[in-house]
């Protein structure tokens, strides 16, 4: 990725418990570099979305844990790079 988003935003498949549903962003020395906002827009219950710092070139990685509505629970992680 050329440059860096200024939000993550996360799909899901069902529609989401915000108070047990999380994530986070982390660059490479394991220092957080989002907003600390994560939140569930206004109408879009199946979305997860956290503001980012604005960011340097270098690898990140993105960890969410969720709950849906039907108190199922996941969790994963991703990796990016900008630069």
């Known amino acids: 990725m050329p440059t860096a988003p ?9 529609d989401l418990e915000p108070g ?4 986070t962003m982390t660059n490479e020395a394991g220092q957080r ?7 569930i ?4 219950p199946a979305v997860l979305q956290i503001g980012l710092k604005p960011l340097p070139r270098g ?5 969410w844990r ?3 509505v039907d108190t199922h629970p996941t969790e994963g ?3 990016f790079e900008v630069g």
């Open 66 to 68: 969720v709950v849906s």
């Open 59 to 63: 690898r990140y990685t993105v960890s």
């Open 77 to 79: 992680t991703f990796t």
């Open 41 to 44: 827009p206004q109408g879009s």
């Open 6 to 14: 200024p939000v993550v935003t996360l799909w899901f498949t069902q």
């Open 20 to 23: 047990f549903s999380s994530v």
């Open 33 to 39: 570099v989002d907003l600390g906002s994560a939140h």
